[in-house]
């Protein structure tokens, strides 16, 4: 796991400066802190920062050539069907110098060619291969977009890193792109390729691309498709696959174990590795204080104590919030306001103390219907009387509804229409939110829409449809953070439930596979039944909360931050003429404008740390 970058120059006569390479490749020390490494030649340079995983030694060290010496590859990631692909190749002759899954890539990629290379990889990972020959450069990133790749163009040539940070330190400028806020204080992230930075793109998640000539040309080569099948040996197919997902994902020369938070995703992650070690596995689980929301330890203990596992606990501070926040936002080259990131961070190094891999449910839900805001997508009946507008009806029965349901009942009737009800399900805020700051509302979405039409086309099934779309957009962003906090403190953190083989079977399952009654993930409960505690098989589901809008009103620093946004360098960029108004509010006990302020200071301090460092950044009227 990796850092990896790269500069070819459109002028095949110009080299590559090796200072600017290490500028590149050296400010994502902290995804690789152990080697780093450069290749030169003519008008490419490629650069790399390792995180040893697989054979520690020097024979690692990459940028790393083929056998013929042609093919020049970085790369960050895992594939864990490496050592069959290795049995594949020296079959063919091919000869190893290495014990890496480094040298089983690019000797793949020179037997096969990056069409041949894709469909064999099971695996995390984002690489670059240099063709000698053919003087072109092919990239990739994995089906689910685990790993990070971004890239930009211009007359004078191609750049690419792990982080739109190696972009700026190879002199490219820092503009951003203001248009792409109204998506960011609804949704947290800007889905699809564009990022909140002009010029500056996301490789999409199972897309490949080429450089060669001036020319650039990026496709995909792996979708998401759902293809549900009512026979039920799918069922046995995931099962299955899972399982030995676990396993593939064991390979290590370095410690590994788990994040756990006591919920069933990451509890029967654990289970599994633990049921496939000799020794013992290490848990890691955060421990928040009574004033924070519920403490998961007690049932993150359990699952520990049932599997004989190493337990290990963070106790987080409720003090320094904003410290913390500023520490964690400085490593988002996109802001991302999860709420929750620090968390994360904190508790990935203490892990680094102990394991350099660590494994995670992630994905668990997008894939098999875990989220409590899918319900009411996934009640036909409430659906049709939303289209329909026949709101009465159902404020009628909201009485009989859990009241953590309410506002989401509440936000779906208001849309009037399923299509937006689909699109807006994990946003915090609406369109409407936002003109109670005086901005101009747009909501075009272009790329979330054509998402969803993608989505509504391969199902008929509303919840399919939710479950595609977010997929491709929420999924993506729950990725970014965990990549971000993960190697922000040198940890790889891998995602079993994202297996491709994994997430092909769960596409097939029939949905009554993935419910029964109110619970979604059914199929995941009765693979954890007898495995888990029962306390934890039949918990109620909830995320890793912060209280921000208690911390936002009491904690004085801030608080302080909060007041003085509207005399903030973010709040001159966004021009908002009632975010003063909406910002008085919310300190005054308007808990209407908490999600709409929590955005707002989440960017704001985004905005200090990361567009204002270093020089700030170019808008759009300078």
Not at 476 to 490: E, F, K, P, V, W
Not at 569 to 592: S, V, Y
Not at 593 to 607: C, D, E, H, S
Request: proline share 5%; hydrophobic share 40%; with cysteine.
């Amino acid at each position: 796991m990796c850092g990896i970058c790269g500069l070819v120059n459109a002028d095949s006569g110009r080299p590559v400066p090796a200072e600017q390479i290490r500028r590149m490749r050296d400010v994502m020390v902290h995804r690789g802190p152990d080697d780093a490494g450069e290749f030169l030649e003519g008008p490419v340079g490629l650069g790399h920062r390792r995180l040893s995983i697989l054979d520690l030694s020097p024979r690692g060290h990459q940028p790393m050539s083929s056998a013929s010496g042609r093919f020049w590859i970085t790369y960050n990631g895992e594939i864990y069907n490496f050592r069959r692909l290795r049995e594949d190749l020296e079959a063919k002759g091919y000869r190893f110098k290495s014990e890496s899954d480094t040298e089983v890539l690019v000797n793949g990629f020179e037997e096969w060619g990056l069409a041949g290379l894709l469909p064999r990889l099971d695996g995390i990972f984002a690489f670059a291969v240099w063709d000698r020959a053919e003087q072109r450069l092919s990239a990739a990133r994995d089906q689910l977009g685990v790993k990070p790749l971004y890239y930009t163009t211009s007359p004078q040539g191609f750049a690419f890193g792990s982080e739109i940070k190696a972009l700026w330190a190879a002199g490219f400028r820092k503009e951003v792109d203001l248009s792409t806020f109204e998506e960011l204080l609804i949704f947290r992230m800007v889905a699809g390729e564009n990022t909140p930075f002009k010029g500056v793109k996301r490789l999409l998640p199972g897309h490949c691309l080429e450089y060669s000539n001036g020319s650039l040309n990026v496709r995909p080569y792996w979708q998401a498709a759902d293809h549900v099948d009512s026979d039920e040996s799918y069922v046995q197919t995931w099962k299955e696959r899972f399982a030995r997902a676990i396993i593939d994902q064991r390979i290590s020369d370095v410690p590994i174990g788990t994040l756990l938070s006591g919920g069933l995703d990451s509890s029967i992650v654990t289970a599994e590795l633990a049921r496939a070690e000799r020794d013992s596995v290490q848990t890691f689980t955060v421990s928040v204080p009574p004033e924070e929301g519920l403490d998961e330890w007690p049932y993150a203990e359990a699952v520990a104590e049932r599997w004989s596992c190493k337990s290990h606990k963070l106790q987080v501070p409720a003090g320094d919030v904003l410290e913390r926040l500023r520490r964690t936002q400085s490593f988002h080259d996109e802001p991302l306001a999860h709420g929750n990131d620090m968390h994360i961070f904190e508790i990935s190094r203490l892990a680094k103390e102990h394991v350099t891999v660590l494994l995670s449910g992630e994905g668990a839900d997008e894939l098999l219907g875990g989220y409590t805001r899918y319900e009411p997508i996934r009640k036909p009946w409430l659906a049709k009387l939303a289209t329909s507008g026949a709101a009465a009806p159902i404020r009628s029965l909201m009485g009989l509804v859990p009241s953590r349901k309410v506002w989401r009942l509440q936000r779906l009737l208001s849309l009037g229409s399923l299509k937006q009800a689909i699109l807006y399900n994990a946003a915090d805020l609406l369109p409407g939110d936002l003109k109670s700051l005086g901005l101009t509302v747009e909501a075009r979405f272009e790329a979330r829409n054509a998402i969803l039409d993608g989505a509504m086309l391969a199902t008929r099934e509303p919840i399919r449809q939710l479950m595609l779309y977010d997929m491709q957009t929420f999924l993506c962003s729950i990725l970014n953070r965990n990549d971000r906090m993960t190697m922000a403190a040198s940890i790889e953190c891998r995602v079993p439930f994202l297996a491709v083989g994994v997430v092909e079977a769960a596409l097939k399952l029939p949905t009554n596979a993935l419910y029964s009654g109110r619970n979604g993930k059914q199929i995941l409960r009765e693979y954890a039944s007898g495995l888990l505690p029962d306390e934890v098989l039949t918990r109620p589901k909830w995320g890793l909360g912060i209280p921000w809008p208690r911390y936002m009103r009491n904690d004085p620093k801030c608080r302080s931050f909060v007041e003085g946004i509207p005399r903030s360098e973010f709040a001159r960029a966004i021009e908002a003429p009632g975010l003063a108004t909406a910002i008085a509010g919310f300190l005054k006990g308007d808990d209407r404008k908490a999600g709409l302020v929590y955005q707002l200071f989440a960017l704001a301090v985004w905005w200090e740390q990361v567009v204002d460092a270093s020089g700030g950044c170019a808008l759009p009227d300078e």
